[in-house]
């Protein structure tokens, strides 16, 4: 089993900064990529960014292209989301997910493991 735990949501101001941060134990040494997905009240969960352990591949969504960064740090399994320049429509909740096979790093149904989520929240 994989456990992953997100930290680090909160409420700011828009074109401010956040940093989040997801713990992952258990399974990891196998996974092949780790995901950041969002979703707001009344929308579909949607792709932010992916990185892969092997190699540091990364992939955004073109809505946070420039804006957000995603990083691992292997030694401890933890991945990271530096937004900044935040919009209010950045407002959601994020949840950081672990894949185990090959796939469209976006998609969702890709990802096997999933954390509690981190809400959020941009004020204009």
């Given at each position: 089993q994989v456990r992953l735990v997100e930290?680090?949501?909160?409420?700011?101001?828009?074109?401010?900064s956040l940093r989040l941060s997801c713990a992952a134990s258990g399974r990891t040494?196998?996974?092949r990529a780790m995901?950041?997905?969002r979703q707001a009240p009344?929308?579909?969960r949607e792709f932010?960014?992916?990185i892969t352990w092997s190699g540091g591949s990364t992939y955004y969504a073109d809505s946070v292209k420039g804006r957000f960064?995603?990083?691992r740090d292997n030694a401890p399994n933890t991945i990271y989301l530096q937004m900044t320049s935040l919009k209010p429509e950045d407002?959601?909740?994020?949840?950081?997910?672990?894949?185990?096979?090959?796939?469209?790093?976006?998609?969702p149904g890709l990802y096997?493991?999933?954390?509690q989520g981190t809400q959020v929240t941009v004020s204009s």
């Open positions: 930290s680090g949501g909160g409420l700011v101001q828009a074109g401010g040494f196998s996974s995901g950041w997905f009344g929308k579909d932010v960014a992916a960064t995603i990083s407002t959601a909740v994020y949840y950081c997910a672990a894949a185990y096979r090959r796939g469209t790093y976006s998609s096997d493991y999933w954390g």
